[in-house]
Structure formats: C-alpha cells, structure tokens
C-alpha cells in the first residue's frame, strides 16, 4: 500500500490550500484516514482525521478554518486548508488505515511522504 501526497506548496496568510492524499496498492478497505503536520523543532501533531462513514476530528487550532474529506470510491482524503495562518508553517503527512485484501481482519497503517506547507505573514 502506498499513499501519495500532494498540493503543498507557499501562500501568504489568509490564503487557502488544498491537500490529496491517495491510496493504491491491494486495498480491501480504508477504516480511518488523516493528516498529521509536524513544524521545525515540534512533535508530529493530528490536524483532522476522518473515518470511512464521514465522522470527522479536528485540533482545536484549525476548527472552522480545515474541512477534511475522503472520496472512497477513489481511496483519497482531501484537507482543504482556508485562512491559512503563519503557525500552520509545517511539513503535512497523511496517514491511512487500511485492511488488506491478505489480512482483512487487522488494519495496518501507512505513512505517506511529506507535503511542505509554508505560509508567510
């Protein structure tokens, strides 16, 4: 299983992005996706999180300004990021767990690489 990142890039605060994440490879089914963010000198933190059913999280620090969604039919979770603030600086990771079709009864987690988010006040 794989999982590929995309959409980072720089903005200027107040500005807006849209993050995909997509996962390939023998998938039976997506339990949970999410995107973690850690920034220079900090801990990896969780920005929002979502099941297969809808049920979302969010850190408190990005409520009302994130929206995460997912797209089963194509295994991809989006985190569109509006009024992008200087402290959401950070590198973006999404993550996914995932039932295989050789293990269909213990979901595993995957990692995908990195997505630079910079924004500039």
């Known amino acids: 299983v794989q999982l590929q990142a995309s959409g980072g890039g720089s903005v200027q605060a107040g500005g807006s992005l849209r993050l995909s994440c997509a996962a390939s490879?023998?998938?039976?089914?997506?339990?949970?996706m999410g995107w973690y963010r850690q920034a220079p000198g900090k801990q990896r933190e969780l920005v929002a999180a979502?099941?297969?059913?809808?049920?979302?999280n969010y850190v408190d620090s990005v409520k009302g300004r994130f929206t995460i969604s997912i797209d089963n039919a194509k295994n991809t979770v989006y985190l569109q990021m509006n009024s992008l603030k200087s402290e959401d600086t950070a590198v973006y990771y999404c993550?996914?767990?995932?039932?295989?079709?050789?293990?269909?009864?213990?979901?595993?987690?995957?990692w995908g690489k990195g997505t630079q988010v910079t924004v500039s006040s």
């Open positions: 993550n996914a767990d995932v039932q295989s079709y050789r293990d269909q009864s213990h979901g595993i987690v995957y």
């Open positions: 490879g023998s998938i039976f089914s997506i339990n949970i």
């Open positions: 979502i099941s297969s059913g809808g049920s979302t």
